[in-house]
C-alpha cells in the first residue's frame, strides 16, 4: 500500500471545487437530452437565414433580433431545467452522501455546481454563436453579392460593400451576447437556491419560471405605479420595493432594442455587474439553506 | 489508552414528523465506544437507528442532543471526515462515470492528484477485483459491483476507519463473501470497521464486538464471544471416528462428572453448499 495522504486538510481548496465542477459538467454533457434542447436552438437561428426579401439591412436586423432572441430562451431553458436537476438527483441517488462523507464542505460542493452548470450555458452559447456568426457571414456574402451585380464596379460599390460589411459585425453584439449568459447565470443561481429548498425539481423549475416572468413585469408594474402616483398604496409600494430587490430588473439584460445604436460601455458594466451581484447573493443565500439541511 | 475510532456520547435524534407536532426518536441516548483495530457491528432490526447513527457520525445528519467524534475530532468538522470511508446503504454513483473515473473524482475530493492518484486507483480496484471492470461505466455494473467500488472509493484516501452502512445488502452469497473477506482483509492490515448487516451469520464471523439497537436504544453491547458463548460446554469435533472411540469417549465422560449434552453429525453451512454448488469460489470476479 502507498503511504496515505499526508496533505493537511485545507478550509477551502480550489483542486475540490474544480473537480466537483468538472464532473457536473461531464454529467450534463452526458445527458443527451440537452442536445435536443441545442439542437432546436441552432436550427431556430439557422432557419433565420432565409427570412423573406427584405433590404439588407432589414433583414440583418430581423435575423439578429431573431437569433439574439433565440440564444436568450435557449439558453435561459438550458440554465433553470440543467440547475434544478442537480442537487434532487444527488440527494435521491445518495451521491451527496458519499460526496460528503468526504472532507468536502458544503460550500465547495455548491460553488462546484454553480460552476459545472455556468461551464456547460458558456459550452452552449458558444455553439450557439458560432451558428449566429456562420449564419451572419452567409448572409453578409449574399449580401456582397447582391450589390455587385447591381452595381458597377467604382467608388459607388465599394462604398455599398462598406455598408454591408459594417451592417453584419457590429460592436454592440458582443456586450449583447455576454449580458445573455449573465442573465442565464443570474437564472442558473435562482434556481439552485431553489433547489436548495425544493421538494422536488419540479417544484424549482415551475417557481423558477416564475421568478423569470415576474423579473420581466415587475418594471412594468412599476412604471404604472409611478405614472398613477395617487392610486398606489403604501403596502403595493412596499411590496413591489420587495419584489424588485428579490429579484432583478430582467428586462435590463436586454439591451439590444435597437441593435444599430452602440450600447454605452458604462451601462453594460453596471447591468453585468448587478447580474453578478445577485448571482453571488443567490448563491450565499443557497449555500446558508444548503449548509443546515439535513440530509 | 489511545483515541477512539468512534465516540459516541449521550446521542439523541429526534426527526420532526411534517405538519405534525411529535417526533420520531431514531436514537434515544446512545453512548458507545469503537476502539481503533475492532471491528464493530452495530445489529438491529429496520428502523432501529443504525443508519441515522452512522449518518451522525459522519457529520451529514446533525444530532438533537449528544456528540460524536472520529479519532477525537468532532464530527461537526469536516477534518474528522479525513481519516474516514464511507459506504451508505444502497449506494448508487454516477452512472456515467466508469469504475476508474469514479475512483479519480473522489481521490480528487481526497487531495489526491497525478501519479499517485493513478496509482492509488489501480492498486484499489485490483483489490476489490474490478480492474477489468475498470473501463466500464457503473451504470452497467451489477450489485456486487458496486457494493465493491463503493468499499474501493470508501479507501481512497487510505483512512484508518470504515463506516459501513449493509455492505452486503441484496449481494448474492458469492459477492456478500467477496466482501466479507475484504472486510477481514482490512481488519488484518489495522483498519477499524463500523458495519450495520442483517447477515447474523457473516456479523458473527467478522465482528469482534458488536451493539443491538432496538427502537433507537442500545440494548445490548459487548465482545461477540463473550455475548454468545455458553461458558460451561465445549464442543469437539471428529472425523473418521470409529463407532469404538465413541463409546470408548461415553465411557469417559460418564467417568468424569460431564455430561454430554448432544452427539450429532455436523452440517455444513448453507453458504458453503451453495457455493461448492455454484461453482469455484475464485471464478472470475467482476465479470458477472
Ligand atoms: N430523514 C428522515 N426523516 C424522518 N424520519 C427518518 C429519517 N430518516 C430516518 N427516519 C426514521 O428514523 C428511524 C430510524 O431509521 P434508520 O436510522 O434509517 O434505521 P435503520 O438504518 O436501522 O433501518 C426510522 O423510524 C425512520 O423512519
Ligand atoms: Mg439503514
Not at chain 1, 453571488?280 to 448563491?283: D, E, K, L
Given at each position: 500500500m502507498t503511504a496515505p495522504a499526508a496533505t493537511?486538510?485545507?478550509?477551502?481548496?480550489?483542486?475540490r471545487v474544480y473537480a466537483i465542477a468538472a464532473n457536473t459538467l461531464l454529467e450534463l454533457v452526458r445527458l443527451?437530452?440537452?442536445?435536443?434542447?441545442?439542437?432546436?436552438?441552432?436550427?431556430?437561428?439557422?432557419?433565420?437565414?432565409?427570412t423573406s426579401k427584405m433590404t439588407f439591412q432589414e433583414q440583418s436586423q430581423v435575423l439578429k433580433h431573431a437569433a439574439l432572441g433565440m440564444m436568450s430562451i435557449f439558453t435561459w431553458l438550458l440554465a433553470v431545467l440543467a440547475t434544478a436537476m442537480l442537487l434532487p438527483k444527488d440527494i435521491e441517488e445518495r451521491t451527496l452522501y458519499t460526496i460528503l462523507a468526504k472532507p468536502v464542505p458544503r460550500l465547495e460542493y455548491l460553488l462546484g455546481k454553480l460552476a459545472g452548470v455556468l461551464a456547460l450555458l458558456a459550452i452552449a452559447l458558444a455553439v450557439m454563436v458560432a451558428m449566429f456568426a456562420l449564419v451572419l457571414y452567409a448572409q453578409q456574402q449574399s449580401a456582397l453579392a447582391a450589390v455587385a451585380s447591381?452595381?458597377?464596379p467604382g467608388p459607388d460599390l465599394e462604398a455599398a460593400r462598406q455598408q454591408v460589411r459594417a451592417d453584419t459585425f457590429t460592436a454592440n453584439l458582443v456586450p449583447g451576447i455576454a449580458l445573455i449568459y449573465v442573465k442565464a447565470a443570474v437564472c442558473a443561481a435562482v434556481t439552485l437556491l431553489l433547489s436548495t429548498f425544493a421538494s422536488s425539481s419540479i417544484f424549482t423549475i415551475i417557481v423558477s419560471v416564475m421568478v423569470f416572468i415576474i423579473g420581466h413585469v415587475q418594471p412594468i408594474a412599476r412604471e404604472y405605479l409611478m405614472i398613477t402616483e395617487k392610486g398606489a398604496s403604501e403596502l403595493a409600494r412596499f411590496f413591489l420595493g420587495l419584489v424588485a430587490l428579490l429579484i432583478p430588473d430582467m428586462r435590463a439584460f436586454t439591451l439590444l432594442d435597437d441593435l444599430a445604436v452602440a450600447i454605452p460601455f458604462e451601462l453594460f458594466m453596471q447591468t453585468a455587474g448587478l447580474g453578478v451581484l445577485y448571482v453571488?447573493?443567490?448563491?450565499l443565500v443557497g449555500y446558508l439553506v444548503f449548509a443546515g439541511k439535513e440530509l | 489508552m489511545a483515541t477512539p475510532a468512534i465516540s459516541i456520547q449521550n446521542l439523541t435524534k429526534l426527526y420532526p414528523i411534517p405538519f405534525k407536532r411529535e417526533k420520531v426518536t431514531a436514537v434515544k441516548d446512545l453512548s458507545l465506544t469503537v476502539e481503533p483495530g475492532q471491528v464493530y457491528g452495530l445489529l438491529g432490526p429496520n428502523?432501529?437507528?443504525?443508519s441515522t447513527t452512522m449518518k451522525i457520525v459522519l457529520g451529514l445528519v446533525s444530532p438533537s442532543s449528544g456528540r460524536t467524534e472520529i479519532f477525537g475530532r468532532d464530527s461537526t468538522t469536516v477534518e474528522s471526515r479525513e481519516d474516514v470511508g464511507f459506504l451508505p446503504e444502497n449506494p448508487y454513483f454516477y452512472k456515467f462515470l466508469t469504475g476508474a473515473e469514479t475512483m479519480a473524482f473522489f481521490g480528487k475530493l481526497c487531495g489526491l492528484s497525478g501519479a499517485r492518484l493513478r496509482e492509488r486507483t489501480k492498486e484499489l480496484l485490483a483489490l476489490v477485483g474490478l480492474e477489468n471492470a475498470a473501463d466500464r461505466r457503473l451504470g452497467g455494473y451489477s450489485?456486487?459491483?458496486?457494493?465493491?467500488?463503493?468499499l474501493a472509493q470508501a479507501m481512497v484516501q487510505e483512512p484508518r476507519l470504515l463506516v459501513l452502512d449493509e455492505p452486503t445488502a441484496g449481494v448474492d452469497p458469492a459477492g456478500s463473501r467477496e466482501i466479507r473477506d475484504l472486510i477481514l482483509d482490512f481488519k488484518k492490515r489495522g483498519i477499524t470497521v463500523l458495519l450495520c448487516s442483517h447477515l447474523l451469520g457473516q456479523v458473527q464471523e467478522i465482528c469482534d464486538r458488536i451493539g443491538?439497537?432496538?427502537?433507537g436504544v442500545l440494548v445490548r453491547e459487548g465482545r461477540l464471544g463473550d455475548l454468545i458463548s455458553i461458558e460451561n460446554q465445549t464442543e469437539l469435533i471428529l472425523e473418521n471416528a470409529t463407532p469404538e472411540l465413541l463409546a470408548e469417549i461415553q465411557a469417559a465422560v460418564g467417568r468424569s462428572n460431564g455430561r454430554v449434552v448432544e452427539q450429532r453429525q455436523p452440517q455444513t453451512t448453507l453458504e458453503r453448499y451453495f457455493l461448492e454448488v455454484t461453482g469455484s469460489p475464485e471464478r472470475v470476479i467482476g465479470d458477472r
Open positions: 493537511p486538510h485545507k478550509a477551502f481548496s480550489l483542486a443527451k437530452v440537452f442536445y435536443f434542447l441545442l439542437l432546436f436552438a441552432l436550427l431556430g437561428i439557422g432557419v433565420s437565414f432565409f447591381q452595381l458597377a453571488a447573493v443567490y448563491f | 428502523g432501529s437507528g443504525k450489485k456486487g459491483m458496486l457494493q465493491r467500488i463503493g443491538i439497537l432496538h427502537q
